[in-house]
């Protein structure tokens, strides 16, 4: 088989982790928000073992910020994303579908909030940027967004608590998941947030002093030895059994937030004014027509480019897997699919081709663990 490498260059941007991932042995890329993001550092199931029981340090930096900040920076916010900030707190995380007027998905990013005129938005892959600066001007709101230089590196997995007690103290212990706070390494300041892309707990150091992230990584890597510190990234096997949504993979502009399972983050009957509000309720009346749900396959194997078709037992489509993977943990591939009414429903069976073979599978819910 040919192998190809990436041709990097200005516009397909390097982390300031860069350097140091490749000679940790980083084994594969992939492209998020025009930016490196490493996919496999080696055996992705010898990865997954290793963050279910130990310590990682990822470089992240592709999940980029939008700055917004001014007089009318919580209207802006508020005007992307159909969950209610009305009530939010300075210091804090929130998950939020962005959608559009028609309540098409845009992205799903973490959202922090430094006060009420001072917020990032830790985007998945697509450009939000220039979405919030659409809206900004057809509103005219007295608004500056800008990305800033901030590169975030996760520390993941059950042992990230001991190691950042290490280096950190006590303190960082106490911060509450999707709390975040600021805390000194050497004499700098370092955003810290309890959150990251895995369900093995963990910290996120969203690292606006370059030289200083950089000291702080190696040092990871010093105290880390007695816990098995290893470079990784967001495990594909992991992130699917947790059921951890990946935006242009399970879910895209074309797709509403509640059929992806986002109702949670819907908030209808509150009076905030949010873009796509009345499709919304439209398509809450008149009820969705798919929805994303776990799939369970009888197969060893799986690699998921585009979407592969899910057919009855006629040869009928019922739906598309949009990420799949081979789980250790159910011996079998597992996967997250979009599948039509009425064929959503728990234990529907389902067919599935493979590398010209049939496999055998059914719907479940979602996470799977
Ligand atoms: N961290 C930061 N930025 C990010 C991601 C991240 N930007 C891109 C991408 N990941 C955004 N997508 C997600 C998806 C899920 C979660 C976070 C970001 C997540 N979900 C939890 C869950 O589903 O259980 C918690 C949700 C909640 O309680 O509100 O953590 O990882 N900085």
């Known amino acids: 088989m040919k192998t190809f490498s990436i041709a990097k260059s200005r516009r397909l941007r390097s982390t300031p982790y860069t350097s140091r991932i490749e000679k940790q042995g980083v084994t594969a890329y992939s492209i998020y928000n025009h930016m490196l993001l490493p996919a496999a550092f080696g055996s992705i199931e010898d990865s997954y073992n290793h963050l279910k029981k130990n310590v990682q340090v990822w470089d992240v930096a592709g999940e980029r910020q939008v ?12 005007l992307m994303t159909c969950r209610d900030l009305s009530k939010s707190r300075d210091g804090r995380c929130y998950y939020c579908p962005i959608i559009d007027d028609k309540g098409g998905l845009i992205n799903d990013p973490v959202i922090l909030r430094f006060n009420i005129n001072r917020w990032w938005i830790s985007i998945a892959d ?18 500056d967004i800008f990305e800033p230089d901030v590169n975030i590196m996760a520390v993941q997995g059950p042992k990230s608590f001991k190691l950042m007690e290490k280096i950190f103290g006590e303190k960082i212990t106490k911060l509450k998941f999707f709390d975040f706070d600021y805390f000194e390494f050497k004499g700098t300041k370092h955003l810290i947030a309890r959150s990251g892309w895995s369900k093995q707990g963990g910290y996120e150091v969203y690292v606006e002093n370059t030289s200083s992230g950089l000291e702080l990584y190696d040092h990871l890597f010093d105290m880390g030895k007695e816990f098995d510190v290893k470079p990784g990234c967001p495990n594909l096997i992991e992130r699917i059994e947790s059921a951890l949504l990946s935006y242009g ?5 074309n797709d509403n937030p509640f059929e992806c399972g986002f109702d949670k983050y819907i908030n209808l009957d509150s009076n905030v004014v949010f873009l796509g509000k009345e499709n919304l309720k439209k398509i809450q009346s008149l009820g969705i027509k798919r929805k994303l749900m776990g799939v369970q396959i009888d197969a060893k194997s799986i690699n998921v480019s585009g979407s592969i078709d899910l057919k009855d037992e006629n040869n009928n489509k019922i739906g598309e897997l949009r990420s799949g993977c081979y789980s250790p943990y159910f011996g079998k591939v597992i996967g997250i699919a ?32």
Do not use: H, R, Y
């Open 67 to 78: 700055e917004i900040i001014g007089n009318d920076a919580a209207k802006l916010v508020q």
């Open 126 to 143: 697509s450009d939000v940027i220039l979405f919030a600066k659409g809206l900004a001007i057809g509103n005219k709101f007295e608004v």
């Open 249 to 253: 993979n399970d879910m895209d502009n």
């Open 338 to 369: 979009m599948i039509k009414k009425p064929f959503w429903e728990v234990s529907q069976t389902l067919k599935i081709d493979i590398n010209d073979q049939t496999f055998d599978g059914k719907v479940c819910d979602l996470p799977f663990i």
